[in-house]
């Protein structure tokens, strides 16, 4: 119990510190819609995959909270997640910019006051992999309920994705590959790869408010 408030409390403070921009500019969502040219070629294509830094669908951005969307670009900006394509479209916006994408992608395809989905039981290895991780404590009911917006959303996201984003949380040292972040990096180092596999095959499964919304053209 004490190490599972630690992490809590060590990833609020994190959030608190490193992300206050999002809290200080105000998004607009119809501003966003006309600064997502360089977005929709991957995110608005179902079933489009990346091939870095291995072969992996791209994550599901519609419908993913505005405040976690933004807290990754600025990531990216910084150089804490250290994708290459991520971080140079990251650079070319300002926070401004960041705050409208944001807020679009969290408008994007939502259907308000829609039903909430039953979630599904985890197997015995994966409630107790859970339970270590500690996850439902930050990313809420069902994975789809963050207990902060500057968490993500994670039911219904790709499995494939969810692996290659847990693993580079493993990595935080290399130069294009990896992700900084003390709390997540903790935690996930605590797995090995197939464990990890196994959390993201379940949280891949479950319903949750992400998905692909086709863009009708190239901007």
Request: overall charge positive.
């Given at each position: 119990?004490?190490?599972?408030?630690?992490?809590?409390?060590?990833?609020?403070?994190?959030?608190?510190?490193?992300?206050?921009?999002?809290?200080?500019?105000?998004?607009?969502?119809?501003?966003?819609?006309?600064?997502?040219?360089?977005?929709?070629?991957?995110?608005?294509?179902?079933?489009?995959?990346?091939?870095?830094?291995?072969?992996?669908?791209?994550?599901?951005?519609?419908?993913?909270?505005?405040?976690?969307?933004?807290?990754?670009?600025?990531?990216?900006?910084?150089?804490?997640?250290?994708?290459?394509?991520?971080?140079?479209?990251?650079?070319?916006?300002?926070?401004?910019?960041?705050?409208?994408?944001?807020?679009?992608?969290?408008?994007?395809?939502?259907?308000?006051?829609?039903?909430?989905?039953?979630?599904?039981?985890?197997?015995?290895?994966?409630?107790?992999?859970l339970q270590k991780g500690?996850?439902?404590?930050?990313?809420?009911?069902?994975?789809?309920?963050?207990?902060?917006?500057?968490?993500?959303?994670?039911?219904?996201?790709?499995?494939?994705?969810?692996?290659?984003?847990?693993?580079?949380?493993?990595?935080?040292?290399?130069?294009?590959?990896g992700r900084s972040n003390?709390?997540?990096?903790?935690?996930?180092?605590?797995?090995?790869?197939?464990?990890?596999?196994?959390?993201?095959?379940?949280?891949?499964?479950?319903?949750?408010?992400?998905?692909?919304?086709?863009?009708?053209?190239?901007?």
């Amino acid at each position: 119990m004490k190490k599972t408030l630690t992490t809590i409390f060590g990833l609020s403070v994190a959030c608190a510190t490193g992300f206050l921009h999002a809290e200080e500019i105000k998004g607009d969502a119809k501003a966003g819609a006309q600064k997502i040219a360089m977005c929709i070629g991957c995110h608005g294509i179902p079933g489009y995959q990346a091939s870095f830094p291995e072969v992996h669908k791209v994550p599901m951005i519609s419908g993913q909270g505005a405040k976690y969307i933004a807290s990754a670009l600025d990531a990216y900006k910084k150089g804490d997640r250290k994708h290459p394509t991520m971080r140079g479209i990251a650079d070319s916006l300002s926070e401004q910019d960041i705050a409208d994408v944001a807020a679009y992608y969290a408008e994007h395809g939502t259907s308000a006051g829609a039903p909430a989905k039953p979630s599904r039981e985890p197997n015995a290895q994966v409630a107790q992999l859970l339970q270590k991780g500690a996850c439902v404590s930050c990313h809420g009911e069902n994975f789809a309920k963050p207990i902060d917006p500057s968490y993500p959303k994670i039911a219904g996201q790709h499995a494939d994705y969810l692996f290659v984003a847990l693993k580079s949380y493993k990595t935080d040292k290399g130069a294009y590959v990896g992700r900084s972040n003390g709390v997540m990096a903790g935690i996930a180092k605590q797995f090995s790869n197939a464990e990890l596999k196994a959390l993201a095959g379940y949280l891949g499964s479950l319903d949750g408010d992400l998905q692909v919304v086709p863009q009708p053209r190239f901007r």
